[in-house]
């Protein structure tokens, strides 16, 4: 009996203290970030789609009589250079499995701030029916909406010319 008239006794002293406020220094235990779950539509990389458009945009440059060379995992800024015909073209690719907007990173749109005129998006649609590429020269003339620090929305369907 006196065991559990302590043990009260404790509890009821600990409930009292969780249920007060003291003033005391203020201590910073742990932080968390809580995002939302991808809505449908988002965009998620997908290797396969990726692969096939980066292919679309090397022979669609040498059949303009152009030398395009990968530089994507150089982290330029773009993911083809290529030349011929008097010009250099920086090209970033943007594979997709469905019409929508791309996002250019940080490092991609100022990339195309700098290039101006040499700067291209090109956005290979993979369909069933097999990969369409739409062409955009200077992306960093339209309008985007700045989605993160890191990232802008550019609705590229309004000014690209299509295959």
């Known amino acids: 009996r006196e065991e559990l008239a302590l043990r ?4 009821e002293e600990r409930i009292r203290r969780e249920s007060t406020l003291v003033p ?3 201590r910073i235990v742990g932080l968390a970030a809580v995002l939302p779950q991808p809505a449908e539509g988002d965009l998620v990389p997908d290797p396969e789609v990726e692969r096939i ?3 679309t945009v090397l022979a669609y440059e040498r059949s303009q009589g152009r030398h395009p060379v990968d530089v994507s995992r150089e982290n330029l800024g773009y993911d083809v250079r290529s030349e011929g015909g008097g010009e250099v073209r920086y090209i970033e690719v943007k594979a997709r499995a469905r019409p ?6 940080q490092n991609e749109w100022l990339m195309a701030h700098r290039f101006g005129p040499d700067y291209w998006l090109y956005v290979v649609l993979v ?3 097999g990969p369409r590429l739409w062409t955009l020269q200077n992306p960093a003339r339209l309008p985007a909406e700045k989605r993160t620090v890191v990232q802008y929305l550019l609705d590229w369907q309004k000014y690209a010319e299509g295959p």
């Not at 009260?8 to 509890?11: D, G, P, Q, V």
């Not at 929508?100 to 990173?105: E, F, H």
Request: net charge negative; proline share 11%; charged share 25%.
């Open 127 to 129: 369909e069933p029916t």
């Open 24 to 26: 005391g220094e203020i």
């Open 8 to 11: 009260k006794k404790n509890l």
């Open 100 to 105: 929508g907007p791309v996002v250019l990173t």
């Open 53 to 55: 458009g980066m292919e």
